[in-house]
Structure formats: C-alpha cells, structure tokens
C-alpha cells in the first residue's frame, strides 16, 4: 500500500465533514473522498441553478455547537451566518402566516389568521419550549447516540431519562386540541416533514424539528457550499486531506475489520484504519463485496423503503414579479387535481447571474406510487408556486429539475425555448436524470422511533454517520451520529483520548 490514513471518510454530508473534522482535530490522519457528492449548483448560461436546497436548521443545536467548540471556530461561524426574520412563512391560496422570531409579533400573527386557536397554540409552544430544552440538556452529553453496546444504552437512557415525549408512541400530546382537520396541523407539520429523513415522526422528533425552525433559523452565507468549505478548512487546517470529486469504488478488509479503500483510478490501495462513511450500511457492504457479514449483524440492520421522493426545481424570475414579503423560507400547500402536495419554498439570496432576477428553489415531496408521473411534476410544482405567487408566470425566465431528464425551460425571449441537457454539461449540469433524495418508512424503526441503521456497520471499523442513522432528527441526526462515530474511533488509541482531554483545557469553553 503507498499511503495509509487513519481514517477514510466517505461522502460529504453535513455528518461525513463534521466526523472528519473532529478526528482531525483530534490528531487522526484523515482521508475524505466525496463519493459521488455533487456540487448544491450547477450553470446555465451564467444563471446559477440549484440541486436543492439548504436551511441549516441544526445551526442552533448542541450537537454542532460542540462540533464548533472543540474546532475552536464559534466566533468565526458567527461571522457566516445571517439570521431570518420572518423565520418561515406558511402560504396557500387563502392564507398567509409569518412566523417572525419576535414571541409578540408571532402572537398578533396568530390572532390575525387563527385567534380561535390562539390559547391551544400558546399550550403548543410552551410545551415545545420545555420538550426541546430537556433535549438540548440530554444531547450536550458526551454519549452514543443512538447507543449500541451495553454500557452506551445505559449512559444514552441515563440522559434521555427526563426528556417529554420520548417513549416512541405517535400521535399524542402536541396536537391533541386541535381538531383533526384544522390547517394549524399542517403548519407544524409541514416544516417538521420537511426537515426529516423518514416519514413516521414520533411527538419527540415532531417537537424537536419545529421547535428547529422556531427557534431561530439562519442563513448561511453561501448556502451549502459555503458550510462544506468552511468544515474542510478545518479538516485541511489539522492535516486531513479532502478530494471531494473522488470516490472509493473497493473497501478491503483483513478478518473481518476494514483495512485499506480503493480509489477510483488508483492501482494501489489506500491503507486505512477505519471506514466512516454517510451513504448508509448497505451502499457500504457493497463496496466489501468479498465480506460475508453475521447473518445476526446484518438482521439487526433495519430496511428503509422510500415512501416519499424530494422533487427540486429551480424557478428563475424577475424580482417584479415576486411580492415583498416574501421570505427566504415558506411552505406551500397547496391542493390540485392529483391531491395535496408540500413545497420547501427557498428564495435564494445570493446572486443570480442575472440583474434584477431571483432564484426560488422548491422542493416537492412527492409520495411514492402516487398517480402524478416524474414527467409532469415540474409543472406541478409551478403550478403550486403560482397558486400563492400569480405574478410568477408573466416574469419567469428559466425553469428546470435535474431530476426528470427534460430540457430546460428558457422563457428569456418572450416564449418558452427547451434547451436540450447537454448544453449544460460543461457547466456541472447533468444530460441524465440525477437521482432523488428519499423520505424513508424504516421496518423496523429503532431508538424510540427516532433511529434506523446502527453507527457501526457489520464490517468492524466501517462507522455510518449519515442521514440513515437517526432519520428522524434531520440534520441533528447526522450531528449526533457524526459525533458517536468520532468519539467510538477515539477511544480505541488510549493515547488520543488523552490527548483529547488535555486538549479541552485549551480550546474556547463557551
């Protein structure tokens, strides 16, 4: 083997980048390969346009705040991040709802739009108030989540012993007032959907993804791109080495514990001490093919069944044709001839390419086997934005999906042109249909309904940090996961984990 790291890390989620970050931080050589990641934008013509969107919605939880802590990096993290005000908004045809960060304002919101409910949405918020602040106690724990071994399931259930609603069950408590079709469901449903990996969501994970987007949500300076540059400056800063357009195409191993990756294009193998990867335990045995895991092992790994399909279509349109109020984040609701549909509406911030034009990115969660074909989601998701924007339409100037493979829609001369996918090849575009992220039902689902697949795959030293772990939770999931995968690397060298210790007497505390 010419060269061994540590650690490889493969993929560049939120929960990939912050594992290697820590390990680098913490003197392990690490080794990051994209794994097939692709770039948040690609260009046509100069107009920037998206693959999805991105809220950092995990901005405010504990989990990132001791990522950043121990990178020494809170003040500057400050510097890239804008906070929202109204944080969402909740748009159908016949309302509008804002939902500021000021408790006052947000009140006279709701005695505008909904002031029958307005003593129920006060016991909500007041008990999402209490549920998310026991959860912020239980995950500034040092501890595995979600635990694996004895001794982590014991210090895991001494942290959660207080938390409110966290046995699991559906339904219940934070809803219970409001009537079952009351539209006040939706908009604390809707951002909590949204903002999850799976599709069954227990009153703990309900409470904990609102409670994301009510809290205080930030923008970060750009987007995407601008959160992975800023974790592999850290990673690069502590010796790491990270090749984003790279990828590992074999994982060896050596009884039964991973070895070495092979790089896409090199003849030798990369030697390696552990794997962590975030695109799930299954995609990873693949990449083992020659390892045969523990029946046992591999039974304990739950099946994750995609029921739900994000849809993301770049909208590009004259400013004129948005209204003023619109806010970075909104959630449409919209009902058409083929049932109810949620868009994630985002209204980017950052330059177009084009004067006087904005990009609005939207996301559609299209439910599996639904009777809407891929072919006409595109115009049902404009239909959607139209239905609460009506302007859009006469100012549009480029509308398209990398996700159903048809032409670009190009409106700039007056009337709609279909610009075939190869013209964006050259400027990080797909010709083919790029696959879409999936909302999973897990079977069975672990952890209190929160959790999916362990940390630690069945091949010994390859970890899972990514959103199959704790599918519920979102991003704070990934942050959560990512952190017990560097804590279980750390303590097998006794040494490092000394280190580490001593390390925490020198870096900020706050």
């Given at each position: 083997?010419?060269?061994?790291?540590?650690?490889?890390?493969?993929?560049?989620?939120?929960?990939?980048l912050?594992?290697?970050?820590?390990?680098?931080?913490?003197?392990w050589?690490?080794?990051?390969?994209?794994?097939?990641?692709?770039?948040?934008?690609?260009?046509?013509?100069?107009?920037?346009?998206?693959?999805?969107?991105?809220?950092?919605?995990?901005?405010?939880?504990?989990?990132?705040?001791r990522?950043?802590?121990?990178l020494?990096?809170?003040?500057?993290?400050?510097?890239?991040?804008?906070?929202?005000?109204?944080?969402?908004?909740?748009?159908?045809p016949?309302?509008?709802l804002?939902?500021?960060?000021d408790?006052?304002?947000?009140?006279?919101e709701?005695?505008?739009?909904f002031?029958?409910?307005?003593?129920?949405?006060?016991?909500?918020?007041?008990?999402?108030?209490?549920?998310?602040?026991?959860?912020?106690?239980?995950?500034?724990?040092d501890?595995v989540?979600p635990?694996g071994?004895?001794?982590?399931?014991?210090?895991?259930l001494?942290?959660?012993?207080?938390?409110?609603?966290?046995?699991?069950?559906?339904?219940?408590?934070?809803?219970?007032?409001?009537?079952?079709?009351?539209?006040?469901?939706?908009?604390?449903?809707?951002?909590?959907?949204?903002?999850?990996?799976?599709?069954?969501?227990?009153?703990?994970?309900v409470?904990?993804?609102?409670?994301?987007?009510?809290?205080?949500?930030?923008?970060?300076?750009?987007?995407?791109d601008?959160?992975?540059?800023?974790?592999?400056?850290?990673i690069?800063?502590?010796?790491?080495?990270?090749?984003?357009?790279?990828?590992?195409?074999?994982?060896?191993?050596?009884?039964?514990?991973?070895?070495?990756?092979?790089?896409?294009?090199?003849?030798?193998?990369?030697?390696?001490?552990?794997?962590?990867?975030?695109?799930?335990?299954?995609?990873?045995?693949?990449?083992?093919?020659?390892f045969?895991?523990?029946?046992r092992?591999?039974?304990?790994?739950?099946?994750?069944?995609?029921?739900?399909?994000?849809?993301?279509?770049?909208?590009?349109?004259r400013?004129?044709?948005l209204?003023?109020?619109?806010?970075?984040?909104?959630?449409?609701?919209?009902?058409?001839a083929?049932?109810?549909?949620?868009?994630?509406?985002?209204?980017?911030?950052?330059?177009?390419?084009?004067?006087?034009?904005?990009?609005?990115?939207?996301?559609?969660?299209?439910?599996?086997?639904?009777?809407?074909?891929?072919?006409?989601?595109?115009?049902?998701?404009?239909?959607?934005?139209?239905?609460?924007?009506?302007?859009?339409?006469?100012?549009?100037?480029?509308?398209?999906?990398?996700?159903?493979?048809?032409?670009l829609?190009?409106?700039?001369?007056?009337?709609?042109?279909?610009?075939?996918?190869g013209?964006?090849?050259?400027?990080?575009?797909?010709?083919?249909?790029?696959?879409?992220?999936?909302?999973?039902?897990?079977?069975?689902?672990?952890?209190?309904?929160?959790?999916?697949?362990?940390i630690?795959a069945?091949?010994?030293?390859?970890?899972?940090?990514?959103?199959?772990?704790?599918?519920?939770?979102?991003?704070?999931?990934?942050?959560?996961a990512?952190?017990?995968?560097?804590?279980?690397?750390?303590?097998?060298?006794?040494?490092?984990e000394?280190?580490?210790?001593?390390?925490?007497?020198?870096?900020?505390?706050g």
């Open positions: 083997m010419a060269k061994h790291y540590d650690v490889a890390v493969l993929g560049a989620g939120i929960g990939a912050s594992a290697a970050a820590l390990l680098a931080r913490r003197s050589r690490v080794l990051v390969l994209g794994q097939g990641w692709r770039p948040p934008t690609y260009q046509f013509e100069g107009l920037t346009l998206a693959r999805r969107p991105f809220t950092f919605l995990a901005g405010l939880s504990p989990a990132w705040r990522v950043i802590v121990e020494a990096q809170s003040q500057t993290f400050r510097r890239h991040v804008v906070t929202l005000d109204p944080m969402f908004q909740v748009l159908s016949k309302m509008r804002d939902v500021p960060p408790v006052q304002a947000f009140g006279r709701i005695d505008r739009t002031p029958e409910v307005r003593r129920v949405v006060d016991d909500l918020y007041v008990e999402l108030a209490r549920t998310n602040a026991a959860a912020d106690a239980a995950f500034e724990r501890v989540w635990p071994t004895f001794w982590e399931r014991r210090e895991a001494r942290a959660a012993a207080g938390l409110p609603s966290f046995d699991g069950a559906r339904g219940g408590s934070l809803l219970a007032e409001l009537a079952p079709e009351h539209e006040y469901r939706a908009i604390v449903e809707a951002p909590a959907r949204v903002a999850s990996h799976t599709v069954t969501l227990p009153p703990f994970a409470a904990r993804l609102h409670g994301a987007w009510t809290r205080g949500v930030a923008r970060v300076v750009g987007g995407e601008g959160l992975v540059r800023f974790l592999e400056e850290r690069r800063a502590h010796g790491g080495e990270t090749r984003l357009g790279e990828r590992a195409v074999r994982i060896t191993h050596k009884r039964g514990h991973a070895s070495g990756v092979l790089v896409d294009g090199d003849e030798d193998l990369t030697g390696v001490g552990f794997v962590v990867s975030d695109h799930g335990t299954r995609a990873l045995l693949d990449l083992s093919s020659d045969d895991p523990p029946a092992a591999l039974a304990a790994v739950p099946r994750l069944i995609p029921a739900e399909w994000r849809f993301v279509t770049s909208i590009v349109v400013d004129e044709g209204p003023a109020p619109l806010g970075d984040e909104a959630f449409v609701l919209h009902r058409g083929g049932g109810p549909m949620l868009v994630h509406l985002q209204r980017r911030r950052e330059p177009c390419g084009a004067q006087g034009a904005t990009v609005l990115v939207a996301e559609a969660l299209l439910v599996e086997g639904a009777s809407l074909p891929l072919s006409r989601a595109r115009e049902a998701v404009l239909g959607a934005v139209e239905g609460v924007l009506p302007f859009v339409r006469r100012h549009l100037l480029v509308v398209d999906s990398p996700h159903d493979g048809r032409p829609w190009d409106y700039r001369s007056g009337r709609r042109t279909e610009v075939d996918r013209a964006l090849r050259a400027s990080g575009g797909s010709v083919d249909a790029e696959p879409m992220a999936a909302r999973w039902h897990v079977d069975p689902p672990g952890f209190h309904g929160l959790g999916a697949e362990p630690r069945p091949l010994a030293g390859a970890l899972v940090v990514g959103p199959s772990v704790l599918p519920a939770l979102g991003q704070e999931g990934e942050l959560l990512a952190w017990g995968a560097a804590r279980i690397v750390t303590r097998t060298d006794k040494r490092r000394r280190m580490r210790r001593h390390m925490w007497s020198k870096v900020e505390l």
